[in-house]
């Protein structure tokens, strides 16, 4: 029985460390364009704005990177539009700095841009970024978004982008009076 009850409040330790460990979750705003590999004629503008969990996935390797969730939409001056979520792997390099791949999946819909060949799409991407002070980050990326091979056409886009991602807690305060 003690060995049943130590190994519950273990268990509850664990559950609890995300919630310890947690960083401030971050907004993403990110301008800049699609298709920038394929013809110019189908290239087009990119925003795209995403949600970060400050939640730490894998607490016990904090030190060395962190697995978070995230969830975001990101439109073209095509009206293409792309909702989803994923997971990223977020490596700090030292104090100012720190790289994100990350992958996730989501719904498409193709406005008047590319046909990407399914509605199921999935966007990879890595990123690189200084980190100030207060938590902000002045970010550069270069992503890719395909079926995966789900669909029979799979021809995909490439896009990049300049993003600055900032803790909530920040943007709350500013827009406060």
Not at 77 to 101: A, F, M, Y
Not at 145 to 174: C, D, K, W, Y
Request: aromatic fraction near 10%; proline fraction near 6%.
């Amino acid at each position: 029985m003690r060995y049943l009850i130590f190994a519950c409040l273990f268990v509850c330790c664990l559950l609890a460390l995300p919630a310890l460990a947690a960083d401030p979750p971050m907004i993403s705003l990110g301008l800049g364009g699609t298709d920038i590999l394929g013809s110019q004629a189908r290239a087009a503008g990119d925003l795209r704005l995403d949600y970060r969990s400050g939640l730490s996935l894998l607490p016990f390797f904090e030190n060395y990177f962190k697995i978070k969730p995230w969830a975001g939409v990101e439109t073209t001056t095509r009206q293409s539009v792309w909702g989803g979520g994923g997971i990223l792997l977020e490596i700090p390099l030292g104090p100012h700095w720190v790289l994100t791949p990350n992958i996730g999946g989501g719904a498409y819909s193709r406005g008047n841009g590319k046909n990407l060949g399914s509605v199921f799409e999935v966007r990879s991407m890595f990123e690189g970024g200084y980190v100030f002070d207060n938590g902000t980050r002045l970010v550069a990326s270069f992503g890719h978004t395909s079926n995966g091979g789900f669909g029979r056409h799979n021809p995909g886009t490439e896009s990049a982008m300049i993003s600055i991602q900032m803790p909530i807690s920040s943007l709350v305060g500013r827009l406060a009076p």
